[in-house]
Every structure is written in C-alpha cells, then in structure tokens.
C-alpha cells in the first residue's frame, strides 16, 4: 500500500494596516515638532515595507521644497534605485500642496492615504487632476490624531 503524502506549508503573512503606516507617519511629524517645524510627517511603503521617511525640514533648511513628502519621494527612489514609485503608498500627516502632488503625479504614485485635509492649501482645493490618473486617494486615516498635532502646533504658536 503506498501513501500520497501531502505538506501543507503555511506562510505567514503579516501585512499592516493603513492605520499602522498613519501611526509612523505622526511619529515622523512628531521629529518635525521637536525641531519647531510644522509638524507633518510621511512614510513610503512598498510591499508592506517603509522604504522612505520624511518630515517638514523646511525652517532648518531655509528651503520652501523641503516638505515631508519631498524628502520622502527623494529617499524611496534612491533605496529602489529608480523615479518611479508605481508599487507604492505614500501615508502623510497633511494633505499634500500643489507642488507635492505635482512631485506625486512624477512619482507615478500608487495610493496616497492622508490624515488630515488642508482646505486652504491642499491639492483637492484645486482638484484630483492633479495627481496621476492610476492614484487612488484614501482622506480621513487617523484624522484626529493628525489635526490635533497641527492645531495645537499652531494654537502654541499664536500664544
């Protein structure tokens, strides 16, 4: 009598969820605060992996281009070795300017997951055209944690 004998590997996937990848960004807006900036942050993920960070570094460097998401685009394709970011999610604090998502649509991005809106200089006050036509925009990711960084930020600084 022979036997078929079959293994069954099981791999474990560990996939985290936006509100993990949100949680990293507001600890990179949180390094921005430290250092009197406003406190923005982002992350880059790419196969369930942060690839980039970054954080505004604006003030510090005295260089209006220095946003989070800039710096964040800036080291996602030097760690892929390439400009295109078309595998990948970008998870930031504060709804990107013009000039981010115009670096966005460049990118190629994938997804775009944002905390809080800027309704005064967010890209969607111009519109979604904007961004590149395959990009899906997720709004509302841990939006109270991200407004009361900004706005206490802001109410200190007004003190």
């Known amino acids: 009598m022979t036997y078929n004998i079959i293994y069954i590997c099981y791999m474990e996937i560990n996939l985290k969820s936006d509100e993990y990848f949100m949680n990293q960004a507001i600890e990179e807006a949180k390094k921005a605060l430290d250092l009197d900036e ?3 942050g982002a992350v880059i ?3 369930n992996q942060i690839i980039a ?28 070795g ?3 970011l078309n595998e990948c999610t970008l998870y930031v604090t504060l709804e990107p300017c013009s000039m981010c998502a115009g670096a966005s649509f460049l ?3 994938k997804r775009i997951v ?4 800027d309704k005064k200089n967010g890209f969607s006050a111009i519109g979604k055209k904007i961004l590149h036509p395959k990009t899906s925009v997720i709004f509302g990711c841990l939006e109270n944690e991200c407004v ?12």
């Not at 009361?148 to 003190?159: E, Q, T, V």
């Open 45 to 47: 993920v790419c196969d």
């Open 107 to 109: 990118t190629r991005i």
């Open 53 to 80: 960070r970054g954080y505004n570094y604006v003030e510090h460097l005295n260089d209006v281009t220095a946003h989070a998401e800039m710096q964040a685009f800036t080291s996602a394709s030097d760690y892929l």
């Open 148 to 159: 009361k960084l900004l706005s206490d930020f802001f109410k200190d600084k007004r003190k």
């Open 114 to 117: 944002i905390g809080a809106v």
């Open 38 to 40: 406003v406190p923005v």
């Open 82 to 84: 390439g400009k295109f």
